[in-house]
């Protein structure tokens, strides 16, 4: 069954230092790859996702991604921690076996950002 | 604003009783979807419907029903049978039928049992 871990439910970080949220997916083949945002009692929105191309993937609000099939990994990036950044963040992934039509969620990182 | 329209906010519901759930989205959207949100286990897929008059039981359908009588609308019926039903319940829909672009959310409804 495919699968998705995010590494660390609760990541804490200072205001200006790098984000680093882990994802890994379990997959023989590359499925498609997203990360969402939710703010407290709101849906979900998209940041960036990854179907084709190129590995390094941009997102809103300064957010970066890079996929790595020979890792299984797909973790999110940001240079520099924004107090605003402060949310629940969502790997997920469509896996090719459903054909595509589903979405199977990690269970969250929730990040802090502290002054 | 085009989007997808959850109702209510915040539902309660006794034991023993069906509850609906409305969802309803003005994008054109042809693929609607309920995924259940409990804390620290992300979200889980509970049907899904790719076209009008056509669904499909999801991870954990158990519980629950569904319809899609009309493309804007897909309602999520928690019946008496769900034995755990409190939760955060989010509406999504895509373009196409399948999940390769964005997914658009609602704002949710939170389910509490009293």
């Known amino acids: 069954a495919q699968s998705v871990t995010q590494l660390g439910s609760h990541v804490s970080v200072s205001e200006g230092a790098l984000v680093l949220l882990r994802c890994n997916y379990s997959s023989s083949v590359p499925p498609y790859l997203f990360w969402y945002v939710q703010y407290p009692n709101q849906g979900l929105q998209l940041l960036l996702k990854?179907?084709?191309?190129?590995?390094l993937v941009k997102g809103i609000n300064g957010f970066e991604a890079e996929f790595k099939k020979s890792e299984t990994s797909f973790h999110l990036t940001k240079p520099s921690a924004h107090m605003s950044d402060a949310a629940e963040y969502f790997c997920a992934v469509s896996p090719f076996s459903g054909g595509y039509n589903k979405l199977i969620f990690g269970a969250g990182t929730r990040l802090a950002v502290h002054p | 604003d085009g989007g997808i329209t959850q109702s209510p906010k915040y539902l309660f519901r006794k034991e023993g009783q069906n509850v609906t759930l409305s969802c309803e989205q003005n994008l054109n959207h042809d693929a609607m979807y309920w995924y259940r949100q409990d804390p620290g286990q992300g979200l889980r897929l509970i049907y899904y419907s790719q076209i009008v008059n056509d669904f499909q039981k999801g991870d954990i359908a158990e519980g629950y029903s569904v319809s899609r009588e009309k493309k804007e609308s897909f309602p999520l019926t928690v019946t008496s049978a769900q034995k755990n039903p409190t939760a955060f319940y989010l509406c999504?829909?895509?373009?196409?039928?399948?999940?390769?672009?964005?997914?658009?959310f609602g704002q949710g409804t939170r389910l509490t049992v009293v």
């Open positions: 999504a829909s895509t373009p196409g039928p399948t999940m390769n672009t964005e997914a658009f």
């Open positions: 990854y179907t084709t191309g190129a590995t």
